[in-house]
């Protein structure tokens, strides 16, 4: 074995890099695997993200995540590594650099073996090591309501049918957990009951979200009977006018009626399912009312604070507002922040609550524990069966990512999928995620 202190291999790392020319990252990372590259065309980072290139000195490089593997079993994980804009190469960037010496270094001396620069010889910055285990499915497009802010209202109305939910089912077997959910009343779709009870019969959770306007006495029934682990329901006023103005269509107290109908005969016919959720869209002129909302939908029988969200200011949704309402997304910060003290409230228990007490994972805001930049911990279908990289796309970004078609696995190492996942991941955006907060 050979003895290396901290300091010098640090010193023998620093004069390496003093030679980042002949060091070939660029090779060593096309080798492994050239398809994760950052997008040419993702949207500007702010300025103080671009960092100087070791090798070209431009001040176009971009840092994105990576695990360099050294010798034949030591991965330093989650390193920073370069990307230049202007030339085009990897690169190590010197002052992160001997994060990686140091844990390359302790690991060597543990494991009783040599470990150096000349080692680096493996990258890997892929991010599905865990599959999925919960996916929000779209069951249809189609809704009674027409909310003047739903982009559902500006797609091809159509349902997916139960035996396309059921191939994709078959395709996905590390499911745990299926939403029913997308831009449409999930209700509508005559096979919605149908695949509740298929998912059930898989043994898998089922949850769903609802504009609570059709629990009629049978349906409230048939809602028991499926099984279905949890409905979250949406209000955004408790003013009829209010409500009816925003969900078009909208009746406040036959919504309010159909979660009462929902929660007693569940309780009195001794049902523990489905959970009931609260949540919802709010405005400026209405967030005044949040905790009014939340304390009316627990006197009708809501059992849990799910969430409130601002009026959505991604690009592709604004165009789809009325003229007259587009200057409302410039309330977003402060409506937000309604919503964040409204948590704070302890009306009801929260998602998390219900999240940990019934084991079913929540959407974190990272997938699988790794994205930090992007909403996704699940995966997300459109109604078509075309997984979508983030639930508020509402067109197929690759249609070979079809979850009726191809298995999971092979949607997960598609090149493409990986790349944008790579891209999400490290915060690069492309174009179709313009005006989304997390991009901002
Ligand atoms: C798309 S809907 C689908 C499920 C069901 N039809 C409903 O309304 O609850 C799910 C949630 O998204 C919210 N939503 C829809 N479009 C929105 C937008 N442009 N901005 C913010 N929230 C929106 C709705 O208020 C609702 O709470
Ligand atoms: S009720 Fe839901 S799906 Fe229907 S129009 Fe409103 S937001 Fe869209």
């Keep these: 074995m050979v003895e290396l202190s901290v300091q010098t291999f640090n010193e023998k790392v620093n004069s390496l890099i003093g030679q980042t020319g002949d060091f070939r990252l660029t090779e060593i990372w096309n080798r492994c695997h050239a398809h994760l590259k950052p997008f040419d065309e993702f949207l500007p980072l702010p300025d103080t993200q671009y960092k100087t290139c070791p090798l070209c000195h431009s001040d176009r490089a971009i840092e994105v995540v990576a695990h360099l593997g050294f010798g034949a079993d030591y991965w330093a994980e989650n390193g920073l590594v370069r990307y230049c804009c202007e030339c085009g190469e990897y690169a190590l ?70 035996e396309d939910f059921a191939k994709v089912l078959e395709h996905f077997p590390s499911l745990e957990a299926v939403v029913l959910v997308g831009q449409g009343e999930p209700i509508m779709n005559q096979a919605f009951f149908p695949m509740v009870r298929l998912a059930k019969q898989r043994h898998l959770r089922v949850l769903s979200v609802s504009n609570g306007s059709t629990f009629s006495t049978s349906n409230v029934q048939k809602i028991c009977e499926s099984g279905i682990d949890y409905i979250s329901i949406s209000i955004d006023s408790i003013n009829p006018d209010t409500f009816a103005e925003s969900r078009c269509d909208g009746n406040l107290q036959q919504v309010l009626r159909g979660i009462k109908r929902l929660s007693s005969y569940r309780d009195e016919h001794g049902y523990k399912y489905p959970v009931l959720g609260i949540k919802g869209t709010l405005f400026n002129h209405t967030k005044d009312q949040l905790v009014d909302i939340i304390q009316l939908a627990k006197e009708h029988g809501i059992d849990i604070l799910e969430f409130f969200q601002p009026l959505n200011r991604k690009k592709s949704y604004v165009d789809i507002y009325p003229e007259d ?116």
């Design 93 to 162: 960037p010197d002052e992160r650099y001997q994060d990686y010496a140091a844990q390359a270094l302790l690991w060597a001396q543990h494991h009783g073996c040599k470990t150096d620069y000349s080692q680096l010889q493996r990258v890997d910055a892929r991010l599905w090591w865990t599959t999925p285990k919960v996916l929000s499915i779209e069951p249809t497009t189609k809704c009674n309501f027409s909310c003047w802010y739903c982009v559902g209202r500006h797609v091809k109305q159509e349902d997916i049918s139960l």
């Design 325 to 440: 309402k587009k200057g409302l997304v410039e309330e977003f910060d402060e409506v937000q922040e309604i919503i964040n003290k409204g948590y704070e409230m302890n009306i009801l228990p929260t998602a998390d609550d219900f999240s940990a007490c019934e084991n079913i994972p929540l959407s974190k805001g990272r997938p699988n524990g790794l994205r930090k930049n992007c909403d996704e911990e699940w995966m997300y279908s459109l109604v078509s069966g075309d997984v979508i990289p983030c639930c508020q796309l509402t067109a197929p970004v690759d249609t070979n990512w079809n979850l009726i078609n191809n298995p999971i696995d092979s949607i997960l190492m598609d090149k493409h999928y990986e790349r944008t996942r790579f891209n999400l991941f490290n915060g690069l955006f492309p174009p179709y995620c313009e005006g989304c907060y997390q991009t901002r």
